[in-house]
């Protein structure tokens, strides 16, 4: 089945930068949007970035020239890109992708394990 396998969250200090890494395999016939969630503690799970095959983004207004999402469609992984993070950036980042399995088979959403951003002094 497929699996998207997450990378890159950590501790970093307020003004620091990381890279996300989110790598889908399995049984892939086509990936259409792939997308970057983040879910702090008390809180519901909130777009933060997503990506289109053609390369269309949409952000959150809160990360909107700090974040870049970017995709390889050859090797089925998307980035994020966090600059200039601020401690209302820690949260839980789930990668989330919409995949079909078959030329005429239909998409269905799939979910990273999450991967843990703290920004802290």
């Known amino acids: 089945q497929v699996q998207l396998v997450e990378s890159g969250g950590g501790l970093v200090q307020p003004g620091g930068s990381l890279r996300l890494s989110c790598a889908a395999s399995?049984?892939?016939?086509?990936?259409?949007?792939m997308d970057w969630y983040r879910q702090a503690p008390g809180k519901q799970r909130e777009l933060v970035a997503g990506?289109?095959?053609?390369?269309?983004?949409i952000y959150a207004g809160t990360v909107k020239g700090r974040f870049t999402i970017s995709r390889d469609n050859a090797k089925n992984t998307v980035y994020l890109q966090m600059n200039d993070l601020k401690s209302e950036d820690t949260a839980v980042y789930y990668c989330?992708?919409?995949?079909?399995?078959?030329?005429?088979?239909?998409?269905?959403?799939?979910w990273g394990q999450g991967t843990q951003v703290t920004v802290s002094s």
């Open positions: 989330h992708a919409v995949i079909s399995t078959g030329w005429n088979s239909p998409f269905y959403s799939y």
């Open positions: 990506i289109t095959r053609e390369s269309s983004t």
């Open positions: 399995g049984s892939i016939f086509s990936i259409n949007a």
